[in-house]
C-alpha cells in the first residue's frame, strides 16, 4: 500500500497542480508560484523561499517557492517561471506535484571546503553534477564560489574542478589536429581581434573553430558582432560542415551545452565580482577542452579597470593556465596585453565590424591597435601549434593579413555560415566634442560601455559609438572625441543627455 | 543642467513607472518586475537578475529585476514583490523611477574577508549597515555569510559583528538591573521550557521582558504556545507596561526591530546550514543585548540531530558565548543539555501549553524531562543573576514552582498581556500503536514535526501530536506510542497515512 493509494479522494488532489506559466522570467533559478492558500502551502510549512520539488510525469525539477495572494493564480494552479517552465518541459494545466525535495548531500562538500578542507575528484564531481543539473539555488552556488575564491582551490582541485565541468556536458571531437583556440579573458570594449585572428589561422591551414559569446552587460559580444556579418546560431552538424570546409568558423556557443555547470556558476559570480582565479582557470579551460580544442592562446589584458589589475596576479593566473592546461591536455599559452583602454575605433556590433574589415582589407585607416594586437596574437597561436619557428608567427601573420588571404577566408566563412552581409549603417550620428583643448589623459571603459547601450546597441546591431582619440592624443577645443550612432532620434538625445553630463568619459588633462 | 531637465518628453517617461503591488512574497529580498518591451530594460541593458534603485519620491530601495511578458503588467507599470511594496512605501499608481544602482563600497570588506583578512570595526559597520538597509542581495550575504563561517571570525571579529548589528536597529532599556533573559540553540520539538522558566523568575522578583519567536519550520515556536494562552503581539510601550507590573513577559519579539540585521541574514544562514559559530553568537547576543539584558542563561541541546552535535563544539561555542558576552557587557551562562529527543509529551501550540500547565499546576502526571529541565534551567539563571549562592538555584526553582508562585504568576503575566485564555482541544484525534512489542531506540524529531505541521499545527493551535513514550521505554504490541490531533478529517487522515507509511518515526528495537 503506497501512501498514495490509501489517501481520501480529496487529499491527493492537494497534491497536485495545473501547471501555468506565467511570463516571469527569474534568470536561472526555477521559482515556482503557489497560492497561500492552497493546502500544500499550509500543511508542508512551505513559505518563500522554500526549495521544492516538482515533478510531471518522468520530469522532477527542484525549484524555489514564491507564494502568491489570490488574483495572480486561480485555485489549484503552480505558476512557473520561465526557467522552471523550460527545465520541467510541460504543457499548460500538466499536473505537476509540489513537494519537499530530497536533501543534497553533495552540500557537506561544500561545508567541508568551508572549513578548509581539500575536496578530491570525487566531491567536486558530486558538486558540479548537481549545479549541473539545477539542484542548487543561486545562494548555494554563491556559497560554494565564495568558499573556493580567493586562493582556496589547489592546483589539484582545479584541475579536478575543470575536468569535472568537462565531464557533465557535450564534448566535440575534431577529424584532425591540432585544434586552435582563443579567449580573451574580462573584456574591453572594441577587442574583437577574434574576426581578425580566426581567418589568418584558417588561412594558414589550421583548425579553429571558434564558438563565442554575446553581449550580457556589454555593448557587444564577438558573436554579436560577428552576426552583422553573417548567421552566427548554427546547429553542431552546421558547425561541423562549415570548419570541415574552411578551416574556421566564428558561431554563438550558447546553443550547444559545452560545460553547462559553468554557465550557471558565472551568472552568479558576476555579480559577486570575486577574484576566484581557479574557478577562472575552470571555466576557460574547462569550455575549450569541451570544444575539442588542443593549442589555446589566451590574451589577458592587465590594466587598472581590466579583470587582471596587475602583474602580480597577471604572472600567477599565466601559470596557472598553462600548468592547468597541461593537466587536462591542452596546450595553453596565455598572452599579457594592455587593458588600459579600448581597442580599436567601433563600440557596438556592426562599428566593431567595420574595424574589423579595415583591418583585413589594409585600410590605411584601418585602427592600428586592433591590427597589432591581431597579428601580435595570431602569431603566438602559430607558433603554439608548432606551425613556424618561435619568433616568427607574427611575420607570418602578417603576410598572410597583407596579401589579402585573411581577408578572403573571412568571406569564405561567412558565406559557409550562411552568406556575407554588410553591416548595417545607423540612421542619426552625432559627434561629441571637446570643451577645451588637452590631452587625452584616460577613457572610462565603464561608462563608454554604458554610452553605446544607450545608444541602442547591442539591440540595434547599427547603434553604438566611434572613438576618434586613444590615450595620449592631443585635441583641439571643439575636436570630436567620438561619434553617437543610434537607431532613433530619441535614443540618439539620450546618449547625448548622458555623455554631456558626464564628460569624464573621455579625461581630457592638461595639453603637453 | 540636470539630465533630466535636458531629456525630449518622451524620454523623461520612459524612466518613470507606476507602481502595482502584484501580491508575489519572494521573501525578504525585494523583487520589481518589468515588461522586457520597456524601453528602460531595453536601453539599460537590464535583465533578469540585475540589481536596481527604485526611488518614489524620496524613498530609495535596491531591488533584484525580473523581467516578465506582456500579459502580467501593463505597459508603463513596475510590478512590486511584497517587500519592495512594503519598503518602499508607495500607493498603487505611484510614479517610481528605475535605474542603475550606486556600486556597494562595502562589498570590498566581503572580499577582503574571502582573501583571508581581519575585518575591523568599521569595516564591519559598513557591511551590516548595508545588508540592514536591504543594500545586499540574498547572494551577497550568502558570501558574506560563507566567508566568516567555519572558524574565519576571531573572537574581536565578533565582537565588533555583535556591537554594530545592536548597533544599527533599536535598543530596549529597563529601569532597574538585572535584566534576566533565556535563549535555546536549535530547537528541540517541544521544548518549552521558557513558559516554565519566565515565572519562575518573575516570581523570585527579576526582571525577564521575554522575546520569542513564531515557528518558521518547526510545528511551534515559544510565541505560537504562550498564544493559546495569551495574546502575544504587544507593541512596545505595552510589553513596558506588562513588565513593569508583573517582572516578566513571553511576547512575540517579531515587531521590534531589535537587531534587524540579524533577522535579514539567518533567512539565508539557514538554508545554506553553514556552521558559523561567530555568526551565530553574534546573532543570539545582538537580540540580547538590543533587548537589554544584563545576564543571559543559553540552553545549548547536544546530540546527533541537534545543532550542537558535538561535545568539542559545544565546548567551543559556551567560551564564545562566555567571552564575547563579556565583551558587550552581558553575563551569559551557556548550559549543555540532552538534545536527543523530543522535550514533554505535546508538539503543536496548545498541546505544549498543556504540559507547560499540568508542569506549572504540579500535576503528578506533568512530563518530569520538561520539568527537570526548566528547573535546571532557572536554577543556573537565578544563580548567575547573583540571587542565590552557586549551587542552590535550582532549590529555589523548585520551591517557587512546587508552593504555586510560579502558575500564579504565569496567570499574573497572561492577564496583563491581555486576558488569559485556555489552549483549544483538537476536534480530532486518533493513536497510532506499536505494530510490535520492543524497547524505543529513537525517535526522529525531523519527521515527528513534519507530522505534527501535517497535522494542522501551527496553523491550527490545538493540532499536533502527544508522545506516549520516550527513548529507553519498553511497549507491548498495540500499546500507544503517540497519538495525533487535528481539526479536521482530511488533515488527521493525512498525517496517518503519513505515519502509517513511516513506522521509523518512533525506531523499536528489541525488548530488553
Redesign the interface.
Known amino acids: ?3 498514495l493509494a ?3 479522494r ?2 491527493r488532489a492537494e497534491l497536485f497542480h495545473r501547471a501555468r506559466r ?7 533559478e526555477p521559482v515556482v ?1 503557489l497560492r ?1 492558500d492552497s493546502s500544500i502551502v ?4 512551505f ?3 522554500t ?1 521544492v520539488e516538482l515533478r510531471a510525469g518522468e520530469r522532477r525539477l527542484r525549484a524555489t517557492l ?7 493564480l486561480e485555485e489549484g494552479e503552480a505558476g512557473l ?1 520561465e526557467a522552471a517552465w523550460a527545465r520541467l518541459g510541460v504543457d499548460p494545466g500538466t499536473r505537476v506535484r509540489v513537494r519537499h525535495p530530497r536533501p543534497l548531500p553533495s ?1 557537506r562538500h561544500v ?1 567541508a571546503k ?3 578542507q581539500r575536496l578530491d575528484a570525487a566531491a567536486l564531481a558530486e558538486i558540479i553534477r548537481d549545479v549541473a543539473a539545477g539542484e542548487y ?7 560554494f ?3 573556493c ?3 582556496r582551490l589547489d592546483r589539484r582541485e582545479t584541475i579536478d574542478l575543470t575536468r569535472t565541468m568537462v565531464s557533465v556536458g557535450e564534448r566535440l571531437t575534431w577529424s584532425r589536429a591540432p585544434v586552435l583556440d582563443k579567449h580573451s579573458v574580462g573584456g574591453l570594449p572594441g577587442n574583437r581581434t577574434t574576426l581578425v585572428i580566426v581567418p589568418i589561422i584558417a588561412a594558414a591551414g589550421h583548425l579553429i573553430p571558434k564558438t563565442s559569446s554575446r ?3 556589454s555593448p557587444a559580444g564577438t558573436a554579436d558582432t560577428m552576426e552583422t556579418l553573417a548567421p552566427v546560431e548554427l546547429d553542431t552538424a552546421a558547425v561541423r560542415r562549415v570548419v570541415e570546409r574552411e578551416g574556421g568558423c566564428v558561431v554563438w556557443g550558447g546553443a550547444a551545452r559545452l560545460s553547462p555547470a559553468d554557465d550557471l556558476l558565472i ?2 559570480e558576476r ?5 576566484a582565479p581557479g574557478q577562472l582557470v575552470a571555466s576557460v579551460l574547462s569550455k575549450k577542452v569541451a570544444a575539442g580544442s588542443t593549442h589555446v592562446l589566451v590574451d589577458v589584458p592587465v590594466g587598472a579597470r581590466a579583470k587582471v589589475r596587475g602583474l602580480d596576479a597577471a604572472a600567477r593566473l599565466e601559470r596557472e593556465l598553462r600548468e592547468v592546461g597541461e593537466a587536462v591536455g591542452l596546450r595553453v599559452r596565455p598572452v599579457l596585453t594592455d587593458g588600459a583602454q579600448p581597442v580599436g575605433r567601433g563600440v557596438g556590433p556592426a562599428l566593431e565590424a567595420r574595424d574589423v574589415l579595415a583591418v583585413l582589407g589594409n585600410d590605411p585607416r584601418a585602427p592600428e591597435d586592433l591590427r597589432a594586437r591581431s597579428l601580435l596574437l595570431a602569431g603566438h597561436l602559430l607558433e603554439l601549434a608548432g606551425a613556424v619557428p618561435a619568433g616568427s608567427g607574427e611575420a607570418l601573420a602578417r603576410q598572410i593579413l597583407t596579401d589579402g588571404r585573411a581577408l578572403r577566408k573571412l568571406e569564405a566563412i561567412c558565406e559557409a555560415q550562411g552568406g556575407m552581409r554588410t553591416p548595417p549603417v545607423a540612421a542619426f550620428t552625432r559627434p561629441v566634442t571637446a570643451r577645451v583643448a588637452g590631452r587625452v589623459a584616460a577613457i572610462d571603459n565603464r561608462r563608454l560601455a ?1 554610452l553605446a ?2 545608444a ?1 546597441a547591442p ?1 540595434d546591431p547599427a547603434a553604438g559609438l566611434e572613438l576618434h582619440v586613444h590615450v595620449g592624443d592631443s585635441v583641439e577645443a571643439g575636436a570630436p572625441l567620438y561619434t553617437i550612432h543610434a537607431e532613433s532620434r ?2 540618439l ?2 546618449a547625448l ?2 555623455a ?2 558626464r564628460p569624464g568619459i573621455v579625461a581630457l588633462g592638461e595639453a603637453s
Open positions: 500500500m503506497t501512501a490509501s489517501q481520501p480529496a487529499l506565467l511570463g516571469i522570467d527569474t534568470g536561472q508560484y497561500r499550509c500543511s508542508e510549512g513559505d518563500s523561499q526549495r514564491a507564494v502568491v495572494t489570490a488574483p495572480l517561471s552540500l561545508r568551508i572549513h578548509g539555488s543561486d545562494i548555494h552556488i554563491a556559497s564560489l565564495t568558499a575564491a580567493g586562493e553581449a550580457i552587460t551568472r552568479v555579480p559577486l565580482e570575486l577574484d554604458r547601450r544607450l541602442g539591440r530619441g535614443e538625445a539620450y543627455t548622458y554631456r553630463t
